[in-house]
T-cell receptor, first 113, second 113 residues
Framework: DGGITQSPKYLFRKEGQNVTLSCEQN?????MYWYRQDPGQGLRLIYY???????QKGDIAEGYSVSREKKESFPLTVTSAQKNPTAFYLC????????????FGPGTRLTVL | AQSVTQLGSHVSVSEGALVLLRCNYS??????LFWYVQYPNQGLQLLLK??????LVKGINGFEAEFKKSETSFHLTKPSAHMSDAAEYFC???????????FGKGITLSVRP
């Protein structure tokens, strides 16, 4: 089945540690996105990539980094510079049909202790 | 820049009652409009979308939405609520630069027995 996978589902880290969240898609989509979700704040865009080896900052990129070395993969690193990293992180992808339709993975809940 | 407004944060209805979730958008370009549903600790699932053509759009689980350009609205309705409809609902707009989506803050739907 085609889809988007995110791993792990739950992640715990100590303050000051970098952590990388995985996002893989087998939908052959060109574009991929990372969002952060906090209660009552909706979804906020962290980074997005429209093509391999290229990515752009979203609205809240500070303290995060990404790479896009393969079409299928778009990992997100939460660095120690992110002041409040505890949140639910969602990855999405979209194809090039011109409708901007995004499809989401199941999410990773990161808790920094 | 696009913006999406979902008034209120919580709606409660009785099982069998009409569900109406409001969404208004602000856009300088013809929008693509979406409704997503999110169950606890899960990713977003696409309910329905409007891109072009018929302004009344039918989606999954008995939901539908009508694009009204004159009112810049895309309200979501379901004639008869079911307990399984309890979730968070997000309205989103696309069609702007870089194929990004702009999300509303979401609204939580509760269904009373």
């Amino acid at each position: 089945d085609g889809g988007i996978t995110q791993s792990p589902k739950y992640l715990f880290r100590k303050e000051g540690q970098n952590v990388t969240l995985s996002c893989e898609q087998n939908l052959n989509h060109d574009a991929m996105y990372w969002y952060r979700q906090d209660p009552g704040q909706g979804l906020r865009l962290i980074y997005y990539s429209q093509i391999v080896n290229d990515f752009q900052k979203g609205d809240i990129a500070e303290g995060y980094s990404v790479s896009r070395e393969k079409k299928e993969s778009f990992p997100l690193t939460v660095t120690s510079a992110q002041k409040n990293p505890t949140a639910f992180y969602l990855c999405a992808s979209s194809n090039s049909d011109g409708t901007d339709t995004q499809y989401f993975g199941p999410g990773t809940r990161l808790t920094v202790l | 820049a696009q913006s999406v407004t979902q008034l209120g944060s919580h709606v409660s209805v009785s099982e069998g009652a009409l569900v109406l979730l409001r969404c208004n958008y602000s856009s300088s370009v013809p929008p693509y409009l979406f409704w997503y549903v999110q169950y606890p600790n899960q990713g977003l699932q696409l309910l329905l979308k409007y891109t072009t053509g018929a302004t009344l759009v039918k989606g999954i689980n008995g939901f539908e939405a009508e694009f009204k350009k004159s009112e810049t609205s895309f309200h979501l309705t379901k004639p008869s609520a079911h307990m399984s409809d309890a979730a968070e609902y997000f309205c989103a707009a696309g069609g702007g630069a870089n194929s990004k989506l702009t999300f509303g803050k979401g609204i939580t739907l509760s269904v009373r027995p």
